[in-house]
């Protein structure tokens, strides 16, 4: 169908399974979409240690919503999408990806523009998760990747807060789009680490970013920490080992 902010496809794949596809890009597919959402949600979590509140700025499918609400002692997660048509349509027809998560009582869904809540928005957060398109300039989430954005996302964050967010395609071959956001981050954050993992679904290496006031991702110890809150989470793919991996 169409939106009033894009063309959406669920699809099956002999491969993949059931893909979620916005203007002709794949989203997530079921074979490998855990591999997507624990690298965007858990190194946020487990380098801020014990986040009990969190924001996801889109995230359509539920499955970022999913993973935040496995974290132990999460309070509550707020969910910003301004496209209504496509969360109903994930609802539907994609209803593993969120895994009820929409009907746990510690969510809160916002069908609305995130720019706006954000720039609105009194409340701080200990982590906050951009589950956006690229900053394409037909996309919806153009206008959630400029400096002065960035920097009001800052504002939101609880001391010690992160921002992570999927940063586009990352090989040696296709990473102009990764390179300008990681540098546009690095404008309005003191500390940016890229950091990226092949995911089958996409046949390429996919970037990343977590951001905030002193982001440690290369030590020991935040590798002890990824390995912590992957067993407290009981995640299936991000650990120790992923984590230095998708770092260096």
């Not at 014990?50 to 993973?67: D, F, Q, V, Y």
């Not at 990747?145 to 071959?173: D, N, W």
């Amino acid at each position: 169908g169409r939106s009033s902010f894009q063309e959406y496809a669920i699809v099956v794949s002999p491969l993949f399974g059931k893909m979620l596809v916005l203007d002709g890009d794949t989203q997530s597919a079921a074979l490998d979409e855990r591999i997507y959402h624990e690298l965007l949600v858990h190194p946020a979590c487990a380098a801020h240690g014990h986040p009990r509140r969190a924001l996801i700025l889109g995230g359509a499918e539920g499955a970022s919503l999913r993973e935040l609400l496995r974290v132990p002692g999460m309070g509550k997660v707020t969910m910003v999408d301004i496209d209504g048509d496509v969360v109903d349509a994930c609802k539907r027809h994609l209803p593993e990806w969120s895994d009820g998560a929409f009907d746990d009582p510690r969510a809160e869904l916002v069908v609305g523009d995130a720019k706006a809540y954000v720039e609105s928005s009194k409340e701080r957060f200990d982590v906050i998760l951009g589950d956006l398109t690229e900053p394409l300039e037909d996309s919806p989430s153009y206008g959630l990747h400029t400096v002065g954005f960035y920097r009001k996302i800052r504002e939101r964050l609880s001391a010690g807060g992160l921002y992570a967010l999927q940063t586009s395609m990352a090989g040696p071959h296709n990473h102009a789009t990764h390179a300008r956001m990681i540098a546009t981050l690095r404008a309005a954050f003191p500390s940016v680490a890229p950091y990226s993992t092949y995911v089958p679904a996409f046949d390429t290496e996919w970037g990343y970013a977590l951001c905030g006031d002193g982001v440690d991702a290369l030590s020991e110890r935040a590798s002890q920490a990824a390995d912590a809150h992957a067993r407290a989470a009981q995640l299936r793919h991000y650990d120790a080992q992923t984590h230095r991996r998708a770092f260096n």
